[in-house]
């Protein structure tokens, strides 16, 4: 089901940690609904609005999303381990289950499909957890990244397997296998 916003802000952020290109932050008058990674461009996000909300338009604003670039800001410089900004979780009932317990994973520590998938009392819906972890808009603040394959393996990420190497690294965990499967490895 789409969401009724009449306006979605949003604006760019660039930083080293993504080699310097952009990457797009959206937010609703209810919070942060959306981070691209530096792959994703202004037409996904364009794309992706359609989908969610109903007779939305996109108007740039960078004093609006100030706040949150902030935050982002403080993470990818090492000097934030939390975000305590509001979000405007677009998803099915289930992907918003599995996004909440992704926020509750500490900074530097990691969450396998299987665990999530306890966390959320579906043990045998790994592959779903998978999905919805992939499907997750809000990447780094819901932090999708922390879940890697049950054998120690990097698993997909829609920033790319070396994007989630550098979020991992950034946090002070390197206890993960590079030669990850892509796709899932439960």
């Not at 691209?36 to 996904?44: E, F, G, V």
């Not at 989908?51 to 403080?74: I, T």
């Not at 998978?130 to 120690?152: D, E, L, Q, T």
Request: aromatic share 10%; proline share 5%; charged share 20%.
């Amino acid at each position: 089901m789409k969401s009724i916003h009449t306006e979605i802000n949003w604006t760019t952020f660039t930083h080293t940690l993504f080699n310097d290109l952009p990457v797009n932050v959206a937010a609703t008058e209810r919070g942060l609904c959306l981070i691209s990674m530096p792959d994703d461009t202004h037409m996904n996000m364009k794309e992706w609005v359609v989908k969610k909300f109903v007779h939305a338009n996109l108007v740039e604003d960078q004093n609006r999303l100030s706040p949150y670039v902030e935050q982002l800001q403080g993470y990818c410089e090492g000097k934030s381990k939390a975000f305590d900004i509001p979000l405007d979780l677009q998803g099915t009932k289930f992907q918003i289950s599995v996004w909440q317990a992704l926020m509750t994973i500490p900074y530097g520590q990691i969450r396998s499909y299987l665990e999530i998938a306890k966390m959320i009392d579906h043990p045998k819906a790994i592959r779903a957890v998978g999905s919805a972890n992939g499907a997750n808009p809000i990447p780094i603040v819901i932090p999708c990244h922390r879940v890697i394959g049950k054998n120690g393996t990097l698993t997909g990420y829609s920033g790319g397997l070396k994007m989630k190497e550098k979020l991992l690294q950034l946090e002070g965990y390197d206890r993960y296998t590079v030669s990850g499967h892509p796709r899932f490895n439960f």
